[in-house]
């Protein structure tokens, strides 16, 4: 065998020696179950190059098992393998407005153990970074793992994030992580690699291995809650744009004479249709006489004003708040329709609070993405609401951190000292 450094030709295909132990070692993770021979025939490679790095995955490296027969149609049976996943564990974490969720990860990305803390974001950006350090602690004190095991850390903010240099741009549920060098302070703290990402695009991550997006490598993921973001997979990957910030749909543009937005333009959707969006046009409306039962529900006191109160009474039969989630669900539609005359996708995956208004919204949306993307996009596209639960961003978080593993980045899983 060659170093890691040496490339060669394949069957016809040329590879670097380290990306060949690499497309294995991530084929073997995406299948779960998989033999030599499926492996030689899905790369196109020789069987004898296949056998021998696997058996030095299994032998050596200890990054695979065998875990039995395979089916044959004569003749001896043929081995099958796995990613051994209990070899070392990550950690995602969830950073937002109200909750701190983390996880903790085999490399096989199978949920471990799980918390959720209040971030108490008010009491300022060093007391929710402690919190965030208390989580990581206390998984691993949980799961009962020597700290050598744990291999990284997968972090989801919502905010707008330099994933590439691991820096919290702007983030507005949390003062004082405006530039914030998110990555550098976690890595110092526990001497691992750390990766950051978006909230939105993490959840994309997680919907991707998890969820109805399985099997689709172009899809769109919105996120519509305290704010609203989207991530895009484009064959097969998730997309972040040169500056690692793509999928900012929360700002497009939905009415030029709209509110002013926390990013400084006025009429994006994030200002319209997220929850502080919707609650300020309640306001608006409750406070120029328009009669609705929502005044009586909130006896004038604006504190007690949420969506689920304007959801309700939407679902009651309330003129005034029928409009504002239906209106809410035609500017979500809007731009929806435009991010699929974008990207062309075929399916998109809806995630966040304000789904809970129910039929209202959704309907209001897919009524509008009809309306307004092409023809030929929207007879085809299918809109869904995400059956992954509250913990999806982390879940995503730690899933970025784990196909890391499997590229050819800065820590890969063959850096391991196993």
Request: hydrophobic share 40%.
């Amino acid at each position: 065998m060659t170093d890691e450094k040496s490339s060669g030709f394949f069957e016809g295909r040329f590879y670097n020696k380290k990306a060949l132990k690499l497309k294995i070692l991530d084929l073997i993770r995406n299948k779960g179950l998989i033999t030599k021979q499926q492996i030689a025939k899905e790369l196109g490679i020789n069987i004898t190059t296949v056998s021998d790095l696997v058996n030095q995955f299994k032998d050596k490296n200890r990054i695979i098992k065998e875990t039995g027969d395979g089916s044959s149609s004569g003749g001896r049976k043929p081995k099958v393998y796995t990613i051994n996943s209990e070899l070392g564990y990550i950690v995602g974490i969830d950073v937002g407005g109200t909750n701190t969720r983390g996880i903790l990860t085999d490399l096989s990305g199978s949920l471990i153990h799980y918390l959720k803390v209040k971030t108490k974001a008010r009491e300022g950006k060093d007391a929710v970074l402690a919190r965030v350090i208390s989580v990581v602690n206390e998984l691993i004190t949980l799961a009962k793992i020597p700290r050598e095991k744990l291999f990284g850390i997968g972090m989801s903010i919502s905010g707008i994030i330099n994933s590439y240099e691991g820096i919290s741009i702007f983030c507005p549920n949390i003062p004082g992580w405006e530039n914030f060098p998110i990555k550098q302070i976690m890595e110092k703290e526990f001497n691992i690699p750390v990766c950051i990402d978006d909230s939105v695009r993490c959840a994309a991550v997680a919907e991707k291995r998890f969820g109805i997006a399985k099997d689709h490598d172009n899809f769109i993921f919105i996120s519509i809650g305290k704010g609203i973001g989207m991530g895009a997979f484009i064959d097969g990957k998730i997309y972040r744009g040169s500056m690692g910030l793509a999928g900012e749909l929360g700002h497009i543009t939905v009415s030029e004479d709209g509110p002013l937005c926390n990013c400084g333009n006025k009429g994006c959707l994030e200002a319209i249709a997220s929850g502080p969006g919707i609650l300020k046009r309640a306001q608006e409306g409750i406070k120029n006489g328009i009669v609705t039962s929502i005044s009586k529900e909130i006896n004038n006191n604006f504190e007690k004003l949420s969506v689920e109160i304007i959801s309700r009474a939407a679902n009651e039969g309330d003129k005034f708040a029928y409009y504002l989630i239906n209106r809410t669900g035609e500017y979500i539609g809007i731009a929806i329709a435009a991010a699929l005359n974008l990207f062309g996708s075929d399916l998109v995956v809806l995630w966040g609070g304000i789904l809970e208004c129910g039929d209202i919204i959704l309907d209001a949306i897919k009524r509008t993405v009809k309306m307004r993307a092409l023809e030929f996009i929207s007879k085809r596209v299918r809109i869904e609401k995400t059956s992954i639960g509250d913990n999806i961003a982390a879940l995503g978080a730690a899933q970025t951190f784990i196909d890391m593993l499997y590229s050819e980045s800065d820590y890969n899983i063959l850096l391991k000292k196993f």
